[in-house]
């Protein structure tokens, strides 16, 4: 049996942001037979229906790259009580042409990271409607709404705390079950 193949969504186009911090770290935390690799959405131009059927270069890679996952990971933060723009537009530029949408059928996973108090909760709602209309199967639970303090990645970029390490580690051991279970 191959390895399941996925591929990792930050809704955050900073270098810094701990919402890629977390996806690096999830990652790390996937078993050996689940191969995840990060895919950006920093260098995609803002979608535009008059250039869906000739798409450039970083378009075409950023599809080919999903459509060559089995599954994708989405790490988001919530930017005015909704998903980031960049990421809104990666969903659009994914699902366009009509009828050519690379994120159909695929298992997909939400979770994401704030300073503040909810974490990303009304942003993982407003994406799990997206994915719902882009037909993606959607893992329901465990949720994950990641409260961020300082002390929380150590100097390497792990999970320093043991229970949000344990707690990210079933997360983590939960998604990676859907994929196997849904491709």
Same mark, same amino acid.
């Given at each position: 049996m191959?390895n399941?193949?996925?591929?990792v969504?930050? &809704? !955050?186009?900073r270098?810094e942001?701990?919402?890629r911090?977390? *996806?690096?770290a999830l990652s *790390?935390l996937?078993p050996? @037979?689940? $191969?995840?690799t990060l895919?950006? #959405?920093a260098g995609? =131009?803002m979608?535009? $229906?008059?250039?869906?059927?000739i =798409?450039?270069?970083?378009v075409q890679a ?7 996952a089995d599954?994708?990971l989405f790490?988001?933060p919530?930017?005015?009580?909704? #998903? =980031?723009g960049?990421l809104?537009?990666?969903? @659009?530029?994914g699902?366009?042409?009509?009828g050519?949408?690379?994120? *159909?059928?695929r298992? *997909?996973?939400?979770? &994401?990271?704030s =300073? ?7 942003a993982?709602q407003?994406?799990r ?6 037909n993606?199967? #959607? ?6 709404f990641?409260q961020?303090r300082? &002390?929380f990645f150590d100097?390497?970029?792990n #999970? ?5 390490k344990?707690?990210l580690?079933?997360w983590m051991d939960?998604y990676?079950?859907?994929v196997?279970? !849904?491709n």
């Amino acid at each position: 049996m191959r390895n399941a193949q996925v591929a990792v969504v930050v &809704g !955050s186009l900073r270098r810094e942001s701990i919402n890629r911090k977390l *996806a690096v770290a999830l990652s *790390a935390l996937a078993p050996d @037979d689940v $191969q995840c690799t990060l895919v950006s #959405i920093a260098g995609l =131009p803002m979608y535009n $229906q008059d250039e869906e059927n000739i =798409p450039n270069t970083a378009v075409q890679a950023f599809r080919d790259a999903i459509a060559g996952a089995d599954a994708v990971l989405f790490v988001t933060p919530e930017f005015n009580r909704s #998903i =980031p723009g960049a990421l809104k537009n990666a969903l @659009d530029v994914g699902s366009r042409p009509y009828g050519k949408s690379v994120w *159909a059928g695929r298992a *997909a996973g939400v979770i &994401g990271a704030s =300073p503040g108090g909810i974490g990303t909760a009304v942003a993982q709602q407003h994406l799990r409607n997206i994915l719902a209309h882009l037909n993606m199967r #959607i893992m329901g639970q465990p949720e994950g709404f990641i409260q961020v303090r300082e &002390g929380f990645f150590d100097e390497q970029g792990n #999970i320093a705390n043991p229970d949000s390490k344990a707690f990210l580690q079933r997360w983590m051991d939960s998604y990676t079950s859907f994929v196997k279970t !849904s491709n």
